[in-house]
Nanobody
Framework: QVQLVESGGGLVQAGGSVRLSCTAS????????MGWFRQAPGKERAFVAA????????YYADSVKGRFTISRDTAKNTVYLQMNSLKPEDTAVYYC??????????????????????WGQGTQVTVSS
């Protein structure tokens, strides 16, 4: 059974930092793109960042580029999202997810929630002004 478990969310002041972790089990995750998405109240789930199966390429939403960094530790089956210079508009539930196909190379598809088949339970990040 595939499981993704996120941790690291919480309340932080604007300008602060948070690191999210997502530990996976039940699949050979080294062959899959991993992504982070977020959902704010009343809004649709939105792409935040993705890292290729090899870890060599990363992709970011324009709204977080330069502030957030995605990384992965294959030995630990864990993907991270380091979030710096946080803004109140970053407040959301953050989800990690694993791609539904192996060794994807199309960066456009990596941004689509429908291309991910397993999701974590989500972790709340609240940024106060």
């Amino acid at each position: 059974q595939v499981q993704l478990v996120e941790s690291g969310g919480g309340l932080v002041q604007a300008g602060g930092s948070v690191r999210l972790s997502c530990t996976a089990s039940g699949r050979t995750f080294s062959s899959y793109t991993m992504g982070w998405f977020r959902q704010a109240p009343g809004k649709e789930r939105a792409f935040v960042a993705a890292i290729s199966w090899s870890g060599s390429t990363t992709y970011y939403a324009d709204s977080v580029k330069g502030r957030f960094t995605i990384s992965r530790d294959t030995a630990k089956n864990t993907v991270y999202l380091q979030m710096n210079s946080l803004k109140p508009e970053d407040t959301a539930v953050y989800y990690c997810a694993t791609d539904r196909v192996t060794k994807r190379t199309d960066p456009v598809l990596m941004r689509r929630p429908a291309e991910y088949d397993y999701w974590g339970q989500g972790t709340q990040v609240t940024v106060s002004s």
